[in-house]
C-alpha cells in the first residue's frame, strides 16, 4: 500500500480532558492532569503494570493506598483469558477485577512480536500460532480494538507494527512506520465507543528522526485525544532514545498527553520528563521487588544481601509507603533486617517490596510535579542525580548530562 495521505475525517470524540497547569521556564517539562472517565490522573505519571488484570502481589485495595489513579492491563492476555466473552458477560475489566480507577490497555501487538517466535507480519493484521495449541490466529486492527471496546479501558492503544530499534533493516523499519498509520485509520474505523474510550495513535519510526518527523505529522493530523511514542526502550543506546523523545515532543501539539511507552527507570523518567514527556509504564518496579530490590532515592537496594541481616531501620528513612511508615503513624514499620529475612524465600518479601516500589514511584513523579509547578525542575533534576551517585559527578551517565544540557540543564555545573 502507498503512504497515507493526510485524512479528511471528522475529529474523533474525546473522553478526556487534558489541563495544563505549569510549564519549566528551562526545560520542557510539564505538570497537568489528565481527566478521564474514573478519575484524574496528575501528570507526570508512571503507570504499573497490572499485566493480566492483577498487579502481581498486591490487592487493589493496597494499590489504591500507593495513591495510583491510572495503570495499565495487557489486551493480548485477557484476550485469551478470561475471553471476550466473559469480559462482555461481566461488563468489562474495572468490574471483572473490581478496580474503579482508570484502566490503559495496550494493543496486543507487541506480545504477539516479542514473545512468540513464529508470527508474521501482513497489511492485514500479526499472524501467529496459539500458545496454547499451536492453531493459527490473527490479530487485526480492528480485533485489537473489539477487544480493547470489550476490555472497556479508558485509553486504549492503536495497533501498530512494532520493530525492534536496534534492527539494521531500514526497509523494515520505514514499512512499519507507514503501516502503523495506515492501521490507526483502520482502528479509528472501528472503534465503537470514542466518547467513553480514549484512543491513542503511537509514533514509530526506529531510530531514525526523519521517519519519526513524517509519523509525528501523520498521526498529528488524526488527532487522537492523546498520543503515544513507540518503539524504545528495546535495547538501543540511550543517547538515541532521547533524541527519538526529544524529536517528536518537539512536534506535538501542546494540549494532548504524551505517552513514552515500556519506560521505567528513575533516571530515564527524570530526564524525559525534561524532554516533555508525560506519562510511563513498566514492569521494572513490581519484577525488581520480586528479586528482593528495593527502589530508594539513591538507586536500588539488594535486602536480600546479608549486610541488612541486623539493620532495624526502615526501608527506606524518607518513604511514607505502609512498609516504611513505623507503626505510631500507621504503618507497618517493616525493617531492612526483616526484609533480609522474607526476600526470595517467603512471598511476602516480594508483596512489601512491591507496596515500596510502586509507591516509591508514584511519589518519585508527585515531586517531579510539584517541582515544575514550583518552577524549580532544572534543580530537582540536580538533586536526583548527587542522591543516586552521592555527589561524584564523574559518575553521572554521559547520556542524561547530554540530553538535559541540550535542554538547559548542566548537571555538571558547580
Given at each position: 500500500m502507498s503512504t497515507t495521505a493526510e485524512p479528511s475525517r471528522k475529529p474523533m470524540p474525546s473522553a478526556l480532558t487534558f489541563a495544563r497547569?505549569?510549564?519549566?521556564?528551562?526545560?520542557?517539562?510539564?505538570?497537568?492532569?489528565?481527566?478521564?472517565?474514573?478519575?484524574?490522573?496528575?501528570?507526570?505519571?508512571?503507570?504499573?503494570?497490572?499485566?493480566?488484570?492483577?498487579?502481581?502481589?498486591?490487592?487493589?485495595?493496597?494499590?489504591?493506598?500507593?495513591?495510583?489513579?491510572?495503570?495499565?492491563?495487557?489486551?493480548?492476555?485477557?484476550?485469551?483469558?478470561?475471553?471476550?466473552?466473559?469480559?462482555?458477560?461481566?461488563?468489562?475489566?474495572?468490574?471483572?477485577?473490581?478496580?474503579?480507577r482508570n484502566l490503559l490497555t495496550d494493543s496486543g501487538g507487541f506480545q504477539m512480536v516479542s514473545l512468540l517466535k513464529l508470527a508474521t507480519v501482513t497489511e492485514e493484521g500479526v499472524r501467529f500460532l496459539s500458545p496454547h495449541d499451536g492453531t493459527p490466529m490473527l490479530l487485526t486492527p480492528e480485533h485489537s480494538i473489539s477487544l480493547q471496546n470489550s476490555i472497556g479501558s479508558d485509553i486504549i492503544m492503536q495497533l501498530d507494527d512494532v520493530i525492534a530499534t536496534t534492527s539494521p533493516d531500514h526497509a523494515r523499519i520505514k514499512e512499519a512506520m507507514g503501516r502503523s498509520v495506515r492501521w490507526l485509520d483502520r482502528c479509528i474505523d472501528a472503534h465503537k465507543n470514542p466518547e467513553s474510550q480514549n484512543l491513542f495513535c503511537i509514533i514509530q519510526g526506529g531510530l531514525d528522526l526523519e521517519l519519526r518527523r513524517q509519523c509525528c505529522a501523520e498521526m498529528v493530523a488524526r488527532d487522537t485525544p492523546g498520543i503515544a511514542i513507540g518503539g524504545l526502550s528495546g535495547g538501543e543506546?540511550?543517547?538515541?532514545?532521547?533524541?527519538?523523545?526529544?524529536?517528536?515532543?518537539?512536534?506535538?501539539?501542546?494540549?494532548?498527553?504524551?505517552?513514552?511507552?515500556?519506560?521505567?527507570?528513575?533516571?530515564?523518567?527524570?530526564?524525559?520528563?525534561?524532554?516533555?514527556?508525560?506519562?510511563?509504564?513498566?514492569?521494572?518496579?513490581?519484577?525488581?521487588?520480586?528479586?528482593?530490590?528495593?527502589?530508594?532515592?539513591?538507586?536500588?537496594?539488594?535486602?536480600?544481601?546479608?549486610?541488612?541481616?541486623?539493620?532495624?531501620?526502615?526501608?527506606?528513612?524518607?518513604?511514607?509507603?505502609?512498609?516504611?511508615?513505623?507503626?505510631?503513624?500507621?504503618?507497618?514499620?517493616?525493617?531492612?533486617?526483616?526484609?533480609?529475612?522474607?526476600?526470595?524465600?517467603?512471598?511476602?518479601?516480594?508483596?512489601?517490596?512491591?507496596i515500596h516500589n510502586v509507591h516509591f514511584m508514584l511519589s518519585l513523579m508527585g515531586a517531579a510535579r510539584q517541582a515544575i509547578l514550583e518552577d524549580r525542575y532544572p534543580s530537582f533534576v540536580r538533586d536526583f542525580f548527587s542522591k543516586i551517585y552521592d555527589g561524584d559527578k564523574s559518575k553521572f551517565p554521559e547520556w542524561a548530562v547530554g540530553a538535559l544540557r541540550g535542554v538547559g540543564v548542566d548537571l555538571l555545573a558547580e
Amino acid at each position: 500500500m502507498s503512504t497515507t495521505a493526510e485524512p479528511s475525517r471528522k475529529p474523533m470524540p474525546s473522553a478526556l480532558t487534558f489541563a495544563r497547569h505549569a510549564k519549566c521556564s528551562t526545560t520542557k517539562a510539564r505538570a497537568s492532569t489528565l481527566h478521564l472517565p474514573h478519575g484524574s490522573v496528575p501528570l507526570p505519571i508512571f503507570m504499573p503494570v497490572a499485566t493480566q488484570a492483577s498487579l502481581k502481589g498486591l490487592t487493589y485495595d493496597q494499590l489504591r493506598q500507593t495513591g495510583c489513579m491510572l495503570c495499565l492491563n495487557n489486551t493480548y492476555h485477557l484476550g485469551l483469558k478470561p475471553g471476550q466473552a466473559v469480559l462482555d458477560a461481566v461488563g468489562g475489566a474495572h468490574k471483572l477485577q473490581g478496580w474503579d480507577r482508570n484502566l490503559l490497555t495496550d494493543s496486543g501487538g507487541f506480545q504477539m512480536v516479542s514473545l512468540l517466535k513464529l508470527a508474521t507480519v501482513t497489511e492485514e493484521g500479526v499472524r501467529f500460532l496459539s500458545p496454547h495449541d499451536g492453531t493459527p490466529m490473527l490479530l487485526t486492527p480492528e480485533h485489537s480494538i473489539s477487544l480493547q471496546n470489550s476490555i472497556g479501558s479508558d485509553i486504549i492503544m492503536q495497533l501498530d507494527d512494532v520493530i525492534a530499534t536496534t534492527s539494521p533493516d531500514h526497509a523494515r523499519i520505514k514499512e512499519a512506520m507507514g503501516r502503523s498509520v495506515r492501521w490507526l485509520d483502520r482502528c479509528i474505523d472501528a472503534h465503537k465507543n470514542p466518547e467513553s474510550q480514549n484512543l491513542f495513535c503511537i509514533i514509530q519510526g526506529g531510530l531514525d528522526l526523519e521517519l519519526r518527523r513524517q509519523c509525528c505529522a501523520e498521526m498529528v493530523a488524526r488527532d487522537t485525544p492523546g498520543i503515544a511514542i513507540g518503539g524504545l526502550s528495546g535495547g538501543e543506546a540511550k543517547e538515541e532514545f532521547c533524541k527519538v523523545v526529544d524529536t517528536c515532543t518537539g512536534l506535538l501539539p501542546e494540549e494532548k498527553p504524551r505517552y513514552v511507552m515500556g519506560v521505567g527507570y528513575p533516571e530515564d523518567m527524570i530526564v524525559a520528563i525534561a524532554l516533555g514527556a508525560d506519562m510511563f509504564d513498566c514492569v521494572w518496579p513490581t519484577r525488581t521487588a520480586r528479586f528482593g530490590n528495593a527502589i530508594v532515592s539513591s538507586g536500588t537496594l539488594n535486602l536480600g544481601h546479608k549486610t541488612y541481616a541486623q539493620d532495624f531501620g526502615p526501608i527506606d528513612e524518607e518513604c511514607t509507603c505502609a512498609c516504611c511508615r513505623p507503626t505510631k503513624q500507621g504503618g507497618l514499620g517493616i525493617t531492612r533486617a526483616y526484609m533480609f529475612h522474607v526476600t526470595q524465600k517467603e512471598t511476602v518479601g516480594a508483596h512489601l517490596l512491591t507496596i515500596h516500589n510502586v509507591h516509591f514511584m508514584l511519589s518519585l513523579m508527585g515531586a517531579a510535579r510539584q517541582a515544575i509547578l514550583e518552577d524549580r525542575y532544572p534543580s530537582f533534576v540536580r538533586d536526583f542525580f548527587s542522591k543516586i551517585y552521592d555527589g561524584d559527578k564523574s559518575k553521572f551517565p554521559e547520556w542524561a548530562v547530554g540530553a538535559l544540557r541540550g535542554v538547559g540543564v548542566d548537571l555538571l555545573a558547580e
